[in-house]
């Protein structure tokens, strides 16, 4: 059943679990994510970017989650999600189409400036009943930078900077940067756990995590302790799809076979495994 996300997340924080976010990009993925939270019981979120409303049309995207989690797990709390919203304009017309939760990622602006907008974003959100995840910090990209430990100091999430970001804008959710990075990127060594822990003190709202897909049982089980109660995960998919299609390509040779079917059901197989181990890592099975 589609659900608010605030409202999956606040049960998570308060119970202890942590939920997954995972990033769509068609049918497959979205089949993979909405299956193995349906046989494993679990909550979850769908998120979609602005890079795949271009490449599938937004209304045409949210309705495909939608539909698929309505008829193939009308029984789990599902929430369907706008990731890394940059513009006050894509945030409009993700309220148009339907979305009930929206990410505004100004985490490359000034404090102020990311301060502003965020709030401006919140009041235009909640008066329609759309919850707002903010980010704080700022989590890095894959080959953005050449990093060492002692250079995330200046990309982390300051903890009174985020219980002041929180009272002001009134967001719902925060994304927090301790150490964590987008795609199979050089991470910092160990995650900022004590500064987790001072964020966790001084905001109560669920503390999202962006950059997941690398991250081991230990890691997870350390920072939902700690309070984080959402992990985001794409690359692990993205991968889990391509490794099982260029397979199935190469095994064909000689023989090839034109149901396009076929090999992109293989994909959406790959992609589900993925998605169950995320699950039962984050200790969300059973959980629905
Ligand atoms: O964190 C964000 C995504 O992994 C990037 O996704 O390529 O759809 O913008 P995108
Ligand atoms: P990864 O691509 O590292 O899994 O991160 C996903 C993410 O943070 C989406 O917002
Ligand atoms: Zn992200």
């Known amino acids: 059943m589609i659900t608010s996300v605030k409202e999956i997340l606040v049960k998570a924080r308060k119970e202890g679990y942590a939920v997954g976010a995972f990033n ?45 989690a309505e008829f193939y797990a009308p029984e789990i709390p599902l929430g369907i999600h706008l990731d890394h ?18 990410m505004y990622d ?9 301060l502003m907008m965020t709030k401006k974003i919140v009041d235009f959100c909640h008066s329609r009943n759309i919850d707002v995840q903010g980010e704080l910090g700022s989590v890095p ?21 985020a219980q002041d970001f ?36 001084k905001v109560s709202i669920p503390l999202i995590l962006h950059g997941a897909s690398d991250w081991e049982a230990e890691r997870v ?32 040779a000689g ?3 034109f149901d396009v079917r076929k090999l992109l059901g293989q994909s959406r197989d790959a992609v589900k495994e993925v998605v169950k181990q995320k699950i039962i890592s984050f200790g969300s099975e059973g959980k629905a």
């Open 255 to 257: 023989g090839a076979s």
């Open 24 to 68: 769509t990009v068609n049918l497959e993925t979205t089949r993979a994510i909405v299956e193995a939270a349906h046989e494993l019981k679990a909550p979850v979120i769908i998120q979609i970017t602005e890079k795949t409303m271009e490449y599938g049309g937004g209304r045409g995207m949210f309705h495909l989650v939608k539909n698929d």
């Open 106 to 114: 100004g985490s490359r602006k000034e404090y102020v400036d990311n």
């Open 221 to 252: 089980r350390q920072v939902v302790k700690r309070g984080i109660s959402c992990f985001n995960v794409d690359t692990a998919t993205r991968i889990a799809f391509i490794n099982s299609l260029t397979k199935q390509i190469k095994s064909q």
């Open 85 to 102: 919203g940059k513009s006050f304009e894509l945030i409009e017309r993700c309220s148009e189409i339907g979305f009930s939760s929206v």
């Open 141 to 161: 990209y894959l080959g953005e930078f050449e990093m060492k430990d002692e250079d995330w100091d200046q990309y982390m999430t300051d903890p009174d900077q």
């Open 166 to 201: 929180v009272k002001q804008t009134e967001i719902d959710t925060l994304a927090v940067a301790i150490g964590n990075a987008h795609g199979f990127f050089k991470e910092r060594s160990e995650p900022d756990y004590d500064r987790l822990e001072k964020i966790s003190k």
